[in-house]
């Protein structure tokens, strides 16, 4: 089992539909959790940033942690065909070296 | 925006022949990784580094070597590369604090024929 699943995609959306993309874990002693966006051809960059449980909100885009589910969403209102791009999740343990565990990315496309 | 920078972003090259991509960065971070990702995988730590002189092996086995003889710059060789070579290759860096996010480069996408 990997330490962290993530459907691949990829998930098709209309323009200004709400966005659910979640990842599992199975190691507990995840204390981090991130989301990165990934555009082609370009390298991921930090969206989203958690520690431990519970909700954080930015703009659009809101993180939540729900650890005693290993579960982790991202949820993205009034979505964009800007916002096309693979999301991934990742999450490190507190501790130790912090290097983060990614999932394999959720492809995104937001349609006009 | 992100000061690291990966050369080359595409390189096709033959079987057997040694190559090197370059990552530098100008922010003076002290951390450096390299991942491996392939369409729709995860990203696979290959090489990180805490500083000058200081490299350990990631979580994927791999066929290449890595140096940071400078705080700046921390490329990647391959002695001789091979089809299974064949992906991208993301160089990544982080500041000195607990948990700090990482900076990615755009990425080096290598083919082996």
């Known amino acids: 089992q990997k330490e962290v699943e993530q459907d691949p995609g990829p998930l098709s959306v209309p323009e200004g539909a709400i966005v659910s993309l979640n990842c599992t874990y199975s190691n507990s002693a995840f204390q981090y959790f991130m989301w990165y966006r990934q555009y082609s051809r370009k390298g991921p960059e930090l969206l989203m940033y958690t520690y431990s449980s519970g909700n954080k909100e930015d703009g659009r885009f809101t993180a939540q942690v729900d650890k005693s589910s290993k579960y982790i969403s991202l949820f993205i209102r009034d979505s964009q065909p800007s916002d096309s791009a693979t999301y991934l999740c990742?999450?490190?343990?507190?501790?130790?070296?912090?290097?983060?565990?990614f999932g394999r990315g959720t492809s995104l496309i937001v349609h006009p | 925006e992100a000061d690291i920078y990966q050369t080359p972003r595409y390189l096709v090259i033959g079987t057997g022949k040694k190559i090197t991509l370059e990552c530098s960065q100008t922010?003076?971070?002290?951390?450096m990784y390299w991942y491996q990702q392939d369409p729709g995988m995860e990203l696979h730590l290959i090489h990180y580094?805490?500083?000058?002189?200081?490299?350990e092996k990631g979580d994927l086995s791999s066929e290449s070597t890595v140096s940071r003889i400078r705080t700046e710059h921390f490329p990647l060789t391959l002695e001789s590369a091979r089809p299974s070579h064949t992906s991208q290759y993301l160089c990544a860096s982080r500041g000195p604090l607990t948990n700090e996010k990482l900076f990615f480069g755009s990425g080096t996408q290598l083919s082996v024929l």
């Open positions: 990742a999450m490190s343990p507190s501790g130790g070296s912090y290097i983060p565990t």
């Open positions: 922010m003076g971070h002290d951390k």
């Open positions: 580094s805490y500083g000058v002189n200081s490299t």
